[in-house]
């Protein structure tokens, strides 16, 4: 079995991404890493370069900034990065530059690539999602956070990434796919709040004016953590890769669990959901194959 990784990212040093060990965490996996580093105002390029393996292979791009519309942009650069995979892999594993998957799952996920390796119903994998916010202490547990997303894809050019990047979808149509008892840890919303702040001001630009931006995003040094309904605490462990950038953590950021901002729509569609396991409303980018 070949499986080749793929990702795409810009600025990761002056915003803050955790881009090396997104790559590293499933570097395990791959037998070839595709990065498609977008030009950049900082030193991306080399921080990717210096990554001490021989699997990686960048490829330059230069983003279109005049895409402001649904983040797609996002997408052409996951596409541009997926185009340029070689050879054929059975499997090509995409992960974001703010995602980190944890060595526990790798043996899972290995075990369900070759399970399915064959298997010509079935066109990715869906990976569970934890969603961490402030700080590595705390996960998002309201109806915000999406639960589950397609991060394997078949090798197959009629697979594209779908509009801002979240997914992914075959000739426009929903990929037909295996769910894997494996969790991947988004950090996005994890960082020192001056870099949040940027990081939150360059977003929106893939989606909206400038005017919009100033308009609607407050003119501050850093980002406001405290907005936010409800967290949970986080009791595990994050993965190996990321231990040297929690021990680094230079801000503060508390939240006390039992208070929650709900309004009586979402209390009762969390009650509705604890007893039943269903999610009203909760939007799926994927067929699920029993």
Not at 268 to 284: A, D, N, P, V
Request: proline share 3%; with cysteine; net charge neutral.
């Amino acid at each position: 079995m070949k499986v080749t990784g793929f990702t795409f990212i810009r600025d990761a040093v002056r915003l803050d991404y955790p881009v090396v060990e997104a790559i590293q965490s499933v570097l395990p996996l791959c037998d070839e890493f595709v990065v498609a580093v977008g030009a950049s105002s900082d030193d991306t390029r080399a921080l990717i370069a210096a990554i001490p393996t021989d699997k990686i292979r960048i490829v330059d791009t230069v983003w279109d900034d005049a895409l402001r519309e649904g983040g797609r942009v996002l997408a052409i650069e996951t596409d541009k990065a997926m185009d340029a995979i070689t050879g054929q892999p059975d499997w090509c594993f995409y992960i974001q530059g703010d995602e980190v998957l944890h060595e526990q799952y790798l043996e899972e996920i290995r075990a369900a690539m070759l399970r399915y390796k064959d298997d010509v119903r079935v066109e990715g994998l869906l990976l569970k999602y934890r969603h961490f916010y402030g700080s590595f202490d705390y996960v998002g547990d309201s109806r915000r956070w999406y639960r589950q997303e397609v991060r394997i894809v078949r090798h197959d050019a009629q697979i594209r990434s779908w509009k801002d990047a979240q997914g992914f979808r075959k000739n426009g149509e929903k990929l037909r796919v295996k769910a894997v008892d494996a969790e991947m840890y988004h950090y996005g919303w994890v960082r020192h709040p001056e870099y949040q702040q940027a990081k939150k001001r360059s977003f929106e630009r893939h989606w909206h004016s400038d005017g919009w931006i100033e308009e609607n995003l407050p003119d501050a040094d850093e980002f406001d953590y405290s907005k936010i309904d409800t967290l949970a605490y986080f009791a595990g462990t994050h993965p190996h890769v990321m231990l040297p950038r929690v021990k680094r953590m230079n801000w503060k950021f508390t939240f006390d669990p039992t208070t929650r901002k709900l309004k009586l729509k979402e209390r009762l569609s969390r009650i509705f959901e604890r007893m039943t396991g269903y999610r009203i409303g909760e939007y799926k980018n994927y067929r699920l194959l029993k």
